[in-house]
């Protein structure tokens, strides 16, 4: 059975840091993309950034140069490194997990794993 457990939300002010955790167990697969993706109170859910088994990398522009997506293999753990946040980066945060490279990597549609999330506050 297939979980992630995010961690590392909290509230932080406008310009500081913040890195999130998501830790995965039962998820297995040669081939897959693991994604964050945010939503905030009235909007839909959207895509942040990407990362698949061959290593690329997918950022949505409004965070690009600000976080970084990135994998702990032996830990089976992804992270997302969350630099000069501001507040309209306020959102509950969610790691998913597709078990499939032939995806749109930043719609939520597309994976078929998700954790309860994790709540981001950034104020001004």
């Known amino acids: 059975q297939v979980q992630l457990v995010e961690s590392g939300g909290g509230s932080v002010e406008a310009g500081g840091s913040l890195t999130l955790s998501c830790a995965t167990t039962?998820?297995?697969?040669?081939?897959?993309?693991l994604g964050w993706f945010r939503q905030a109170p009235g909007k839909e859910r959207e895509g942040v950034a990407a990362?698949?088994?061959?290593?690329?990398?997918t950022y949505t522009d409004a965070v690009k140069g600000r976080f970084t997506i990135s994998q702990d293999n032996a830990e089976r753990t992804l992270y997302l490194q969350m630099n000069n946040v501001a507040p309209e980066d306020t959102a509950m945060y969610y790691c998913?997990?597709?078990?499939?490279?032939?995806?749109?990597?930043?719609?939520?549609?597309?994976?078929?794993?998700w954790g309860p999330g994790t709540q981001v506050t950034v104020s001004s």
């Open positions: 990362l698949d088994s061959e290593g690329l990398t």
């Open positions: 998913a997990a597709a078990d499939s490279l032939a995806i749109r990597v930043l719609n939520p549609n597309d994976y078929g794993h």
């Open positions: 039962g998820f297995t697969y040669a081939t897959y993309c």
